[in-house]
């Protein structure tokens, strides 16, 4: 195998979510091989910055503001980035994340918390609805628009190959983060039925399930603001991680430029862990 198998030159790609911690670093890692990138993200600022940094590591990017639950802004971005790079290649949907008011204080539910009014006691009963919807809409149907939107110009245009990113927490359900586990489980379900559906029009669907990488999103759940160091969740999922570390945004270069690349066109429907051997040890 030789290395121009990994190489992404003549290729543009998408990136949703572009403005956050591991959709840039993805972009970086997608220009050093050669791809032109569109960062989207319903932050403009943050678009824009990531796109300075991206062009910054020797690529062309652009950033756009981009509403991945709104199919308009969504049709919008897409002709955009056709209009600056002439066609459409590769779809990351990096977009999404968790929210505290769609996750449990507690790992279980105690007999006494069904009496508490403590308001930071809160139980899969306590839950807001409201914010249960946004967390599934915005992992999953975040997922499926933009794969609607960009999917169908990658098919006209002859193909391409999609990347959804999923969790570890699809698989082997977290406690706390019920919203998000049932979200990701449906990222691996519709990267599977998304192979199959588009394998016609040769556009290859896999998604990438990270262990436990620090982000916005999550590091409320796995540092002590006050101390800055691990709580013990934090603590439990390092004791987890064989690896023995967090994932670095950089964690995830390897394996996304291999699945967008030639080196696996044979490659579809696949969800690949990055977990550092998390999905591999038993905790015994």
């Not at 590591?57 to 002439?86: H, K, M, N, P």
């Not at 918390?113 to 919807?133: G, K």
Request: proline share 4%.
């Amino acid at each position: 195998m030789t290395d121009d198998l990994f190489e992404l030159g003549g290729k543009t790609a998408v990136v949703t979510g572009g403005g956050g911690v591991l959709g840039s670093a993805m972009a970086v890692a997608l220009v050093c091989r050669g791809a032109a990138v569109a960062l989207l993200d319903i932050r403009e600022s943050a678009a824009a910055e990531a796109a300075g940094r991206v062009a910054a590591a020797g690529g062309r990017a652009i950033g756009l503001a981009c509403d991945v639950l709104d199919e308009t802004s969504l049709a919008s971005a897409a002709a955009r980035v056709a209009g600056e790079f002439g066609r459409i290649d590769i779809l990351i949907n990096a977009a999404g994340g968790n929210a505290p008011a769609a996750t449990t204080s507690k790992e279980s539910v105690a007999p006494d918390d069904l009496l508490s009014r403590d308001p930071a006691v809160r139980t899969f009963f306590d839950l807001e609805i409201a914010a249960l919807r946004r967390v599934v809409d915005l992992n999953l149907l975040g997922t499926i628009l933009p794969c609607r939107i960009f999917g169908k110009e990658m098919a006209k245009g002859g193909g391409g190959a999609i990347i959804n990113i999923s969790s570890m927490t699809a698989s082997r359900p977290l406690t706390k983060v019920a919203a998000y586990s049932m979200a990701k489980a449906g990222v691996s379900n519709l990267t599977a039925w998304l192979a199959t559906h588009l394998a016609p029009v040769g556009i290859r669907v896999n998604a990438i399930a990270p262990g436990f990488f620090l982000t916005e999103q999550n590091r409320f759940l796995l540092t002590d603001e006050k101390t800055g160091g691990l709580t013990a969740r934090g603590r439990s999922v390092i004791a987890h991680t064989p690896l023995g570390r967090f994932g670095a945004p950089a964690d995830l270069a390897g394996v996304l430029v291999w699945l967008v690349s030639d080196a696996a066109s044979f490659v579809t429907g696949a969800v690949i862990p990055v977990d550092g051997g998390f999905s591999a040890y038993s905790g015994v």
